[in-house]
T-cell receptor, first 117, second 113 residues
């Protein structure tokens, strides 16, 4: 089955530093990946759609300069949280769309827990 | 705007009892509907999906869901709940354009021994 990995699974950083999270599709190519944010006891909120070889599409209210997305290959998208602050602490989940499948299904990574001190 | 509603924030059932989790979606053509399960601190696992065809969909772990267009619903069911089913359950709809998923608020399931 289609597998999506995320790295790191957990990161703790100091306020003001930048953190990069990787999302990889392991056994399929994905021109489109999605980044979600999930606060405790809440649902997933789509932050942006990552498109291979082009700029990401951000959802309303998401700061593109704060959350930098790079999708440089068909199997890797990265999310960089720049100048992180405690309010950026959250669970970040990516998904990758398998366009080789019958229904363009999305497969989710295991998530990255970011804690900003 | 297209949306997904899960009316129940938290449900508790006894082990061995039946389960039904509710999901309603706003009107739209060709709904692509999904149910995901999330254990604490984990990513999402797809339980089942509906794209077209038979309105009763079978999924993994003994779950099923029925698409009812007249009620704009896609409720998840399981005839006999196991303690390991305790988790957060999300209903989702795929946005018609671009494949974006819109998630419901989630239902937390607790299982009593």
């Amino acid at each position: 089955g289609a597998v999506v990995s995320q790295h790191p699974s957990r990161v703790i950083c100091k306020s003001g530093t930048s953190v990069k999270i990787e999302c990889r599709s392991l056994d399929f190519q994905a021109t489109t990946m999605f980044w979600y944010r999930q606060f405790p006891k809440q649902s997933l909120m789509l932050m942006a759609t990552s498109n291979e070889g082009s700029k990401a599409t951000y959802e309303q209210g998401v700061e593109k300069d704060k959350f930098l997305i790079n999708h440089a290959s068909l199997t890797l998208s990265t999310l960089t949280v720049t100048s992180a602050h405690p309010e950026d602490s959250s669970f970040y989940i990516c998904s990758a769309r398998d366009e080789g499948g019958a229904y363009n299904e999305q497969f989710f990574g295991p998530g990255t827990r970011l804690t900003v001190l | 705007a297209q949306s997904v509603t899960q009316p129940d924030i938290h449900i508790t059932v006894s082990e061995g009892a039946s389960l039904e989790l509710r999901c309603n979606y706003s009107y739209g053509a060709t709904p692509y509907l999904f149910w995901y399960v999330q254990s604490p601190g984990q990513g999402l696992q797809l339980l089942l999906k509906y794209f077209s065809g038979d309105t009763l969909v079978q999924g993994i772990k003994g779950f099923e869901a029925e698409f009812k267009r007249s009620q704009s619903s896609f409720n998840l069911r399981k005839p006999s709940v196991h303690w390991s089913d305790a988790a957060e359950y999300f209903c989702a709809r795929r946005w018609n354009q671009g494949g974006k998923l819109i998630f419901g608020q989630g239902t937390e399931l607790s299982v009593k021994p």
